[in-house]
């Protein structure tokens, strides 16, 4: 597997949780990573991307409460996750695209449950 997420869990409502991907096998560096979400019953969604150029877009229901980072030396990328809302629920995917939009790899999911 070239990307491992790892922090998913159950949070209260108002919480916060950390995301974090580790990869390996391919040129971390030039690839944009990022998050996808996939609620039950819906389609995947970018959550979250950061370009190899620093360029970061956020999906509008997260901008002001989860930021993502890299780290083009430990190869990783981090999503912190506050304010947590229910509809923050969902299977939260790492993804890496190759600057030519050609490759895609994914992690296997991790769970985040937001919960009373």
């Known amino acids: 597997d070239q990307l491992q997420a790892s922090g998913g869990g159950l949070v209260r409502p108002g919480g916060s949780l950390g995301l974090s991907c580790a990869a390996s096998?391919?040129?971390?560096?030039?690839?944009?990573v990022g998050w996808y979400r996939q609620a039950p019953g819906k389609e995947r969604e970018l959550v979250a991307r950061?370009?190899?150029?620093?360029?970061?877009n956020y999906a509008d229901s997260v901008r002001g409460r989860f930021t993502i980072s890299r780290d083009n030396v430990k190869n990783t990328v981090s999503l912190q996750m506050t304010g947590l809302k229910p509809e923050d629920t969902a299977v939260y995917y790492c993804?890496?695209?190759?600057?030519?939009?050609?490759?895609?790899?994914w992690g296997k999911g991790t769970l985040v449950t937001v919960s009373s």
């Open positions: 950061v370009t190899s150029g620093g360029g970061i």
């Open positions: 096998g391919f040129t971390f560096r030039t690839y944009a």
């Open positions: 993804n890496g695209r190759s600057a030519n939009y050609v490759i895609n790899y």
